[in-house]
């Protein structure tokens, strides 16, 4: 006859009150940034939005998009600058966040952090090409003959496939719906936050992997495709990160007396 041990929820992490000024500013840090990098990156994507119907425009041919880049002059440069540096403030919390959660031994959340942080430089790789590779090519575009411009096109078809589809959408959005849920599922197990961040980490991770849809059909003409996947995805996926460093801006560690010393 075998028993089985009913599962018991792992305990809290704590620390001694003497660490805890320490750990609730590293909190703070990690929770103001994750809160800042979702915030700022979404300010940034809604005037890039405005001015550059991003994100529609990325499916546009060249023809499309350079002569509209070239009219958006130096000020939709520096908007795609913003875009990509907000962006990249989340490196650091994804960094950070094992060492807040008192797991930094974890070597799945281990795993996790590192697919992340190289899923923010893949990211930013693909936003920044719109301020150090696309310049060019739209002057040359828009100054160009016929000839030229046939050649630039297909430059452009090269690096933004390269660049945009494959490293920052594909590679960049993958990884980081792997932290994501990798998080989400330490969450649930662990309750180091609270369970509804690792439930609703899960939902959107979903929505958003299925933006990989209108990734994959650029190209496999056909692949199938779901529109709003995108929107709800990558917007939801932005408000999860910003209620993740709300949270942890809110949440105090949960403290220990010191041991005693018998007489």
């Known amino acids: 006859?075998?028993?089985?041990?009913?599962?018991?929820?792992?305990?809290?992490?704590?620390?001694?009150?003497?660490?805890?000024?320490?750990?609730?500013?590293?909190?703070?840090?990690?929770?103001?940034?994750?809160?800042?990098g979702a915030l700022t990156f979404g300010l940034a994507a809604t005037v890039l939005s405005s001015t550059f119907n991003?994100?529609?425009?990325?499916?546009?041919?060249?023809?499309?998009?350079?002569?509209?880049?070239a009219d958006g002059g130096s000020?939709?440069?520096?908007?795609?600058?913003?875009?990509?540096?907000?962006?990249?403030?989340?490196?650091?919390?994804i960094l950070l966040?094992?060492?807040?959660?008192?797991?930094?031994?974890?070597p799945v959340l281990r795993a996790a952090t590192f697919a992340g942080a190289i899923s923010v430089v893949l990211s930013m790789a693909g936003f920044l090409r719109w301020v150090f590779v696309v310049p060019p090519l739209a002057r040359d575009y828009v100054a160009g003959d016929e000839t030229t411009k046939a050649a630039v096109a297909a430059a452009w078809t090269a690096q933004h496939q390269y660049g945009g589809a494959l490293l920052g959408e594909h590679l960049g959005e993958l990884l980081v719906i792997a932290w994501s849920v990798t998080l989400s599922v330490v969450i649930l197990r662990s309750r180091v936050l609270p369970t509804w961040l690792g439930w609703t980490g899960l939902l959107v991770s979903v929505l958003y992997f299925l933006n990989q849809g209108d990734i994959m059909s650029t190209a496999i003409p056909?692949?199938?495709?779901?529109?709003?996947?995108?929107?709800?995805?990558s917007t939801g996926w932005g408000l999860w990160v910003a209620a993740l460093g709300v949270t942890l801006l809110l949440r105090r560690p949960t403290t220990v007396p010191p041991p005693r010393i018998a007489p």
């Open 54 to 69: 991003w994100p529609d425009i990325l499916r546009e041919p060249a023809s499309v998009v350079l002569p509209e880049f």
């Open 75 to 93: 000020t939709l440069v520096w908007t795609w600058f913003a875009v990509a540096w907000t962006y990249g403030i989340l490196l650091v919390p």
């Open 97 to 106: 966040l094992p060492a807040v959660l008192g797991r930094h031994g974890d």
């Open 1 to 36: 006859m075998t028993s089985h041990a009913a599962p018991t929820t792992p305990p809290p992490v704590t620390y001694a009150a003497a660490d805890v000024p320490a750990v609730r500013r590293l909190r703070r840090i990690t929770g103001g940034l994750f809160a800042a």
């Open 222 to 233: 056909g692949f199938p495709v779901w529109d709003l996947a995108g929107l709800l995805g």
